[in-house]
């Protein structure tokens, strides 16, 4: 058998949405599963709607997500160029070579008679499909409209009658009756192919063996083998994945404020969890392991795994994901990570970033929110005394400012001020006293926060605000009192 090759090729309009990073992510699984090759080409033939910096931002992408290419316009290959535009020339040569085996024709319709054949078909509640007007030209006509410089498209011949047939590797033998085929353009009036004609041609001239995408494209896919039929050609494998959709069964939108994936990573998703969380939308593990590296997919994954079902773009479960990756991050690694959320909150060079990034490791679930959790270290928030009623602690604003006053001179006479020495001295202190540990801590967690909810306790608090700090707020909070 063949090598296996897959390839990804996204038109440069805009970031890699979630659907993109899936796509990509199966056909980079099935290729290397199988030690094949991944390849990456720039599909730019719709020259109108081009974004600039959209290349540079697919090889980004690309590259953070771990998804490395062994072909395509940055790396070389034996089968480039790699940016479709720079293949313009063969298409042409393609089509014309489909005229000549009568599976294409050209056709000069003006833009003028194409609008008003949409409009006979939309007023008469028709499909609007073109009549093959210009199927019926003679060849002198055809050859005198091309010596006279008139504007053509070369559009494909669809078969009048009969089904074609394909078999799907997820979805299995799908049939379409052939009276449903638009004679679809091939080739633009400016001379570029079209999204369907330059995919044909490029995957057989590439030696694309498996085409994976979207199921929205399976409608497409007889169109395809038709094209492939008629130039003698091998069809590759198919392999098209269920949509991604959100709550309510509504597609992912860009517009609709849906997150890209440079989004995520902008909001503190970590590559490697977003990586993990897509190959489950819409594949199964052959076991009922959740957590995958990018390394151990690529030897389990399987296109039998694949799912015929849509899959729940579900938010929280990403949440879950991310907290886990966090979660084995090792210090180093998470201080590293963190730091530059830490220091859009804190200016103060006093306050020791490797305590706070300690504090906050078994505590953050996403990046983007570490600023928010640990403002309050920069600048006190004001705040009601209400917040020190706790009732499952049994304290009030009375018993907090008798268990603050207590704390206020056993913290200042600390010989040491580390987290052991603080907690070791209030917990001895609230045995001392018949206090529960909660009716000491919960006032200082206030006193010194002025939130109900911190990343760190109290203890945890102190020892990153330092003796003076912790002091002058206690002070504070007990004048309020």
């Not at 490395?68 to 479709?84: K, L, S, T």
């Not at 050859?143 to 504007?151: A, F, H, K, N, Q």
């Not at 011949?157 to 379409?176: H, L, R, W």
């Not at 899959?311 to 990756?325: G, I, P």
Request: charged share 25%; proline share 5%.
């Amino acid at each position: 058998m063949a090598a296996i090759r897959t390839r990804y090729a996204p038109s440069p309009t805009g970031s890699m949405h979630v659907g993109n990073l899936r796509t990509a992510l199966y056909e980079y699984l099935i290729a290397k599963s199988q030690n094949g090759s991944f390849i990456l080409r720039i599909e730019d033939t719709d020259q109108n709607r081009l974004v600039e910096g959209a290349i540079e931002l697919v090889y980004e992408s690309l590259r953070m997500a771990g998804l490395r290419h062994d072909e395509g316009p940055d790396v070389g290959g034996p089968y480039g160029p790699y940016i479709q535009s720079e293949r313009k020339d063969g298409y042409m040569d393609h089509a014309k070579e489909l005229i000549d085996r009568g599976a294409a024709y050209y056709c000069f319709c003006t833009k003028e008679r194409l609008a008003a054949l949409r409009a006979e078909n939309e007023a008469a509640g028709k499909t609007n499909m073109y009549d093959r007007h210009c199927l019926s030209l003679q060849p002198d006509d055809v050859r005198g409209r091309l010596e006279r410089g008139d504007e053509f498209v070369i559009r494909q011949k669809m078969p009048a009658s009969g089904k074609t047939v394909f078999v799907d590797a997820v979805y299995g033998e799908i049939e379409f009756d052939n009276s449903e085929l638009e004679d679809q353009i091939l080739l633009k009036s400016d001379g570029l192919p079209t999204y369907n004609f330059a995919n044909v041609v490029d995957d057989h001239q590439m030696a694309i063996t498996h085409v994976i995408r979207g199921s929205e494209y399976l409608s497409s896919t007889p169109k395809y083998n038709l094209l492939y039929e008629s130039f003698g050609w091998d069809v590759p494998v198919y392999v098209h994945l269920p949509q991604i959709v959100k709550e309510g069964g509504r597609k992912l939108s860009k517009r609709e404020g849906d997150p890209s994936f440079v989004d995520l990573l902008d909001m503190g998703y970590l590559p490697e969890a977003v990586i993990n969380f897509i190959a489950m939308l819409g594949w199964s593990p052959p076991d009922n392991r959740e957590f995958y590296t990018l390394d151990e997919l690529t030897r389990v994954f399987s296109i039998g795994g694949i799912s015929k079902s849509p899959s729940n773009m579900d938010m929280a479960k990403l949440r879950y994901f991310n907290a886990e990756y966090i979660r084995r991050k090792s210090p180093e690694e998470f201080h590293a990570l963190a730091l530059p959320y830490i220091k859009k909150a804190i200016k103060d060079p006093r306050l020791d970033t490797m305590k706070i990034a300690q504090t906050l490791s078994r505590r953050t679930e996403v990046l983007s929110e570490i600023p928010d959790m640990i403002g309050f270290l920069e600048a006190m928030p004001a705040f009601s005394a209400d917040l020190y009623t706790h009732k499952k602690m049994k304290t009030d604003a009375a018993t907090a400012k008798t268990a603050l006053s207590a704390a206020l001179p056993l913290l200042r006479g600390l010989a040491h001020w580390d987290g052991d020495t603080i907690h070791a001295a209030l917990n001895a202190h609230a045995s001392e006293n018949g206090m529960k540990s909660g009716q000491l801590l919960w006032p200082l967690r206030v006193a010194l926060s002025g939130l109900p909810v911190t990343p760190g306790g109290a203890v945890e608090i102190l020892e990153i605000l330092g003796r003076d700090e912790s002091v002058r707020r206690l002070e504070a909070a007990i004048g309020l009192l």
